[in-house]
C-alpha cells in the first residue's frame, strides 16, 4: 500500500467521522474556525506554496539571487557558443577568400607550383 492509499483511507475515515458528528458539534467547529479566520490578517491568508521533494518551497520569489545568477549563467554561455559558432563560420570563409585573393593576384597561378615559390615568399616579406 503506497502513501497515496493511505491517504485517502484517512481521509475516507475523517470524512465518515464527521458526518458521525452532533450538528451542534458541528456548529461549533464551524464558529471557531470562522473566529480564528477573523483574527488573521488579510496578507497572510494565502495558499501554501507548492513544495516540492526536498521540502522547499516553490514559490515565485524565493530565491530571486539564485534565479538571477542562473539566468546570467545561461546567458553567458548563450553568448560563447554563439561567438563560437560565428568564429567557426568566418573561419570556412576565410579559406575561400583567401583563394580568391592568391588566384587574384599579381603572381600568375603557374608560379605557386615552382619549387622556388617558397623561398621568393620568405623574401618578400
Do not use: C
Amino acid at each position: 500500500m503506497n502513501e497515496f492509499d493511505i491517504a485517502q483511507r484517512i481521509a475516507r475515515r475523517l470524512d465518515q467521522g464527521v458526518r458521525e458528528l452532533d450538528p451542534a458539534v458541528v456548529g461549533r467547529l464551524h464558529e471557531a474556525r470562522f473566529a480564528a479566520l477573523s483574527r488573521v490578517p488579510v496578507k497572510q491568508l494565502r495558499l501554501a506554496p507548492a513544495v516540492h521533494s526536498e521540502g522547499h518551497a516553490l514559490e515565485d520569489g524565493h530565491h530571486p539571487l539564485l534565479r538571477m545568477t542562473l539566468a546570467a549563467l545561461m546567458l553567458a554561455a548563450a553568448l560563447l557558443v554563439i561567438n563560437y559558432w560565428q568564429q567557426d563560420q568566418d573561419a570556412d570563409d576565410d579559406n575561400g577568400q583567401l583563394d580568391a585573393k592568391l588566384l587574384s593576384s599579381e603572381i600568375p597561378p603557374q608560379a605557386f607550383a615552382q619549387k622556388d615559390f617558397g623561398a621568393w615568399l620568405q623574401e618578400t616579406r
